[in-house]
């Protein structure tokens, strides 16, 4: 088992920024690819971002690339999601998820945090 707790979320104006963190513990935090995805209402979870078990390799949606960035600390149990540029149409929930195998599907992650909400503020 793998817990995840997401924490940063918030109110924010359009342009600013924010840090999402997502705490894993349980398992062998460095044996996980690690994702972020949000949750807009009435919409269908998508993809954010994603990062290799080592943090050499990153993957984005293209509506986030160039104003978002994932990392992760291994020796932390942590990854990280700074926002930047924030625009009202990134308000969601966010969540952090793991699994062992690289994928921009919601429906290949076995391990989910709770959530965090952001708010972008035109």
């Known amino acids: 088992q793998v817990q995840l707790v997401e924490s940063g979320g918030g109110l924010v104006q359009a342009g600013g920024s924010l840090r999402l963190s997502c705490a894993a513990s349980?398992?062998?935090?460095?044996?996980?690819?690690m994702a972020w995805f949000r949750q807009a209402p009435g919409k269908e979870r998508e993809f954010v971002a994603a990062?290799?078990?080592?943090?050499?390799?990153?993957y984005y949606a293209d509506s986030v690339k160039g104003r978002f960035t994932i990392s992760r600390d291994n020796a932390k149990n942590t990854v990280y999601l700074q926002m930047s540029s924030l625009k009202p149409e990134d308000t969601a929930v966010y969540y952090c998820?793991?699994?062992?195998?690289?994928?921009?599907?919601?429906?290949?992650?076995?391990?989910w945090g709770h959530g965090t909400q952001v708010t972008v503020s035109s």
């Open positions: 998820a793991a699994d062992r195998f690289q994928s921009r599907s919601p429906k290949e992650y076995g391990y």
């Open positions: 990062i290799s078990r080592s943090g050499g390799s990153t």
């Open positions: 349980g398992r062998t935090f460095s044996d996980y690819f």
